[in-house]
């Protein structure tokens, strides 16, 4: 199994711990983790395109950077029929298979 991850230099410390986080748990699972940079909301469906073909089956993890474009990675996703997985409960508001997470909107209030 392959997972893809998305990220963005916006948030290039937190990006990196996640992506970290994410290969430890991928190594222990005997998971492959293709991560891609997405650079602003333009390079998104390339970088989907990217995914696409050097994972085939594809689960997205959605860095907290990008998630103000989770409703055209969810698109992206639908278009292609792969889950998206995020970890803010809100992104499946916005077209996201699952989460695992808390409400953004009731984790700042």
Not at 81 to 107: C, E, K
Request: hydrophobic share 45%.
């Amino acid at each position: 199994m392959r997972v893809g991850l998305l990220w963005s230099q916006q948030s290039q410390k937190t990006s990196h711990l996640i992506l970290d986080e994410v290969r430890d748990a991928a190594s222990k699972l005997k998971v492959t983790v293709q991560s891609i940079e997405v650079r602003g909301p333009d390079d998104l469906a390339n970088a989907y395109a990217t995914i696409a073909r050097e994972c085939g089956s594809i689960l997205f993890v959605i860095t907290s950077d990008i998630y103000g474009q989770i409703r055209q990675v969810a698109e992206l996703a639908l278009e292609h029929r792969d889950p998206v997985v995020s970890q803010f409960s809100d992104a499946v508001v916005a077209g996201a298979l699952m989460s695992y997470g808390p409400s953004l909107s009731v984790f700042f209030r």
